[in-house]
């Protein structure tokens, strides 16, 4: 299971100022076979994605920080 979180523009995600684009960001298990070339499809959306971002080191889990 993924975690899904919807951003806006002006909101800050854990001391840090969100990226100009991404309105959303998903956690997921950690995984080797994912990259930016990659899409998300969730509720009928689908989500670039933007870049990678490793929590707590990257050993667990990553964040899919993505745009619509």
């Known amino acids: 299971p993924a975690k899904f979180d919807p951003i806006s523009g002006g909101e800050t995600i854990r001391g840090k100022q ?3 684009g991404v309105v959303a960001v998903f ?3 950690k995984r080797d076979d994912i990259d930016s070339t990659m899409r998300v499809m969730f509720r ?3 989500y670039g ?3 990678l971002n490793p929590v707590d080191g990257g050993l667990r889990y990553i964040e899919l920080r993505c745009q619509s």
């Open 18 to 20: 969100v990226e100009a």
């Open 27 to 29: 956690t997921i298990h």
């Open 44 to 46: 009928s959306n689908v």
């Open 49 to 51: 994605i933007a870049y």
